[in-house]
């Protein structure tokens, strides 16, 4: 009989730090860029478009023996039942035997491991002075990719939170500001996020949103972007005429012919895929990051299992050796 491992969102907040993700996330990276770990397609459903979806991502990694999916459903009408509108878990399974090792808590491991796919991105691409940025989403995913900042941005001073939930903008700016108090943390009313876009060095979107919000003319020369919000092809936060102007980093070139900020400029024909590095290889010294100071660049991530897999991994390991959650034989 299997036996299986079940860690809760608080626990998994108990057993990783940002750091440790990073380092996850930077290894996945990687390992897939160099062919010691692979994606399989994406699952992607709307029950009922901009309402209800779902999406279920899978992968292995042969440097660590696994292999396993995420699941994650979406539900705009849940907060009104006092339910979340995001749940999802992380199946971790043994490439040897085949037999499941643990389900985690999907939504835990999603903010740690995205925050610190925005922490890598901006880490290797953004200018070493930045100092202010502004992060437009101001939900767990914007708590998470603040983490994932200061984290790896020891000049960092200044971060706008700008949201059209002015007064979630407004929790934001409060709670981030309390647990960074190196920190300025100013909540932008979303119709002045132009204004703030034009401040900030480095800039992440971290939105549903399936219309493109933030306009070309709001970029300056120098400044880095983490595309973060666009996982699926109904998804867009960035004018594809802003995709153009940038040196482009995605986690996955394959999957930007499907969904994120580079599917839709493909689309319109403003980029061709052999533009486009992955940050393994911007890792691995295999293919250049920023070229210069003036240099806009781009970090689209689109997001892949893999991440979820190492840091579920991860979780697993530190909860046998200190006899954290659940176990159960299936």
């Not at 934001?172 to 300025?184: Q, S």
Request: net charge negative; aromatic share 4%.
């Amino acid at each position: 009989m299997a036996r299986i491992r079940i860690l809760n969102a608080a626990q998994v907040g108990q057993l990783l730090v940002m750091k440790d993700v990073v380092e996850g996330v930077e290894r996945i990276y990687r390992l897939y860029s160099t062919g010691r770990a692979g994606l399989w397609p994406t699952v992607f459903h709307e029950f009922d478009p901009g309402v209800r979806d779902m999406d279920i991502k899978s992968g292995y990694l042969d440097g660590a023996g696994i292999f396993g999916l995420k699941m994650v459903a979406w539900s705009a009408g849940n907060p009104a039942r006092g339910l979340p509108a995001l749940s999802g878990v992380v199946v971790v399974a043994d490439t040897d035997t085949g037999l499941p090792l643990g389900i985690v808590d999907g939504m835990s491991l999603t903010s740690l491991r995205t925050g610190a796919a925005g922490a890598v991105g901006a880490a290797r691409l953004a200018r070493p002075d930045a100092t202010r940025a502004l992060i437009c989403g101001t939900g767990a995913q914007g708590r998470a990719q603040l983490a994932g900042l200061a984290e790896v941005l020891p000049s960092l001073k200044h971060v706008d939170a700008s949201s059209p939930d002015a007064a979630g903008a407004q929790a934001y700016a409060e709670e981030m500001g309390h647990l960074h108090p190196n920190l300025t943390v100013r909540a932008v009313p979303w119709e002045e996020r132009g204004a703030a876009a034009q401040q900030a060095q480095v800039v992440v979107a971290c939105t549903p949103s399936r219309e493109a919000y933030l306009k070309s003319e709001w970029i300056r020369p120098g400044t880095h972007i983490n595309a973060i919000g666009t996982d699926a092809r109904t998804k867009q936060e960035l004018e594809p005429e802003l995709v153009r102007r940038c040196r482009l980093v995605a986690d996955s070139r394959a999957q930007t012919l499907d969904h994120g900020e580079l599917y839709h400029a493909y689309s319109a024909g403003l980029v061709r895929r052999e533009d486009v590095a992955e940050m393994g290889e911007v890792l691995e010294g295999l293919a250049p990051g920023r070229n210069s100071p003036e240099e806009i660049t781009l970090f689209d991530s689109t997001g892949m299992a893999l991440q979820d897999l190492i840091c579920a991994h991860r979780a697993l390991q530190r909860a046998e050796e200190r006899g954290v959650g659940t176990l159960v034989e299936l």
